[in-house]
């Protein structure tokens, strides 16, 4: 993989046919780097698309060009007309095309020049031009650090400026997380000279929901959530059945596995949720805990050292009972 600098006199020169595609179920920072690419190519003069694998929550609809993003769930045939004629494919914030689920071998197919920047372990020996960055708090972060170092800072405007704070605020917990690092820091004052107000951006993600979500959340963390202070771990497993009485919607879950974080001497806490075609799981962790290496061993996943997702295709029982016992095989690192 080529370092993704070189990149530039191809971006440069006559105008490209460029898609751009995220992981599965994107959250806040696949989608406002994703946005915040498609708004800067698209000043460069290229035909950009942007492509989600799955479709993605409401309250990211609010981000500026979320209208111009093709859903392959739902919009398939247009996903593939896209990507038959693309020069260029950009891949954010996911190393390896089966975390596109059903969209990945369509992607595998395409011959044409792929480029990836993302910010987890191990990624995928695919790609022709890249950065992978696992000291970077967010893939947003690193799609603004790629448009400074094109010689480009003055095409940062106030789309770009949103979609970028949004994503690295949500994958820093609202900048409380260890991977806060300066270079965030300095990235947000850049944003705020230029312009950028934080508030509205805030109240969008996080006081925008239904009053289902909050019924829900007290009916999680009052009947579903179990603590196992022997291991200094908290888990929240949710059946099906309340995904349908709640009428939960995508995105509807996110941020519920950071609650039992906040109960004292509790060091990892996981999100195990029975989505019917598979049971989806979400681990984070404070300290030294590597979440990422527990996802990969047990649960088919990865990610971070302090935040991960891992997936199971045994029932919602039996997932839960694979994770207490390799609860029972990391108790002495737990504790």
């Known amino acids: 993989m080529k370092s993704l600098i070189e990149i530039k006199p191809i971006l440069n020169s006559s105008p490209k046919s460029i898609a751009i595609t995220m992981h599965q179920r994107p959250d806040a920072d696949a989608m406002g780097a994703s946005l915040a690419m498609f708004d800067y190519l698209r000043q460069k003069g290229h035909e950009v698309n942007v492509i989600s694998p799955t479709v993605f929550p409401d309250f990211l609809k609010w981000m500026p060009g979320c209208d111009h993003v093709i859903v392959f769930e739902t919009q398939k045939a247009k996903a593939l007309e896209v990507l038959e004629h693309i020069d260029i494919l950009f891949c954010l914030d996911f190393n390896s095309l089966g975390r596109t689920k059903d969209l990945a071998p369509y992607l595998e197919k395409t011959s044409c020049i792929k480029v990836l920047l993302d910010h987890h372990l191990e990624p995928q020996q695919i790609f022709d031009y890249g950065k992978s960055d696992i000291s970077a708090a967010s893939t947003a972060l690193l799609v603004y650090e790629f448009i400074v170092s094109m010689d480009d800072e003055k095409l940062i405007n106030n789309n770009i400026a949103q979609c970028v704070y949004a994503g690295t605020m949500t994958d820093t917990g609202s900048f409380r997380f260890t991977s806060t690092s300066y270079r965030v820091h300095l990235m947000v004052a850049k944003l705020m ?123 919602l029982e039996k997932t839960v009972e694979r994770f207490k016992n390799a609860l029972k095989e990391n108790e002495a690192i737990l504790k």
């Open 193 to 315: 000279e230029k312009g950028l107000e934080h508030e509205p951006i805030h109240q969008a993600i996080y006081d925008n929901y239904l009053e289902s979500r909050l019924r829900f959340i007290g009916h999680a963390l009052l009947n579903r959530l179990e603590v196992f202070y022997e291991y200094n771990v908290a888990m929240i497993a949710i059946p099906y059945s309340d995904i349908q009485r709640f009428g939960l919607k995508t995105g509807d879950t996110e941020g519920l596995v950071n609650f039992p974080l906040s109960i004292k001497g509790i060091k990892m806490a996981a999100l195990i949720i029975d989505r019917k075609e598979e049971v989806r799981m979400s681990f984070r962790s404070k300290g030294e805990f590597d979440v990422n290496a527990f996802a990969r061993k047990y649960f088919e996943g990865g990610g971070h050292q302090n935040a991960a997702g891992g997936r199971s295709a045994d029932t």
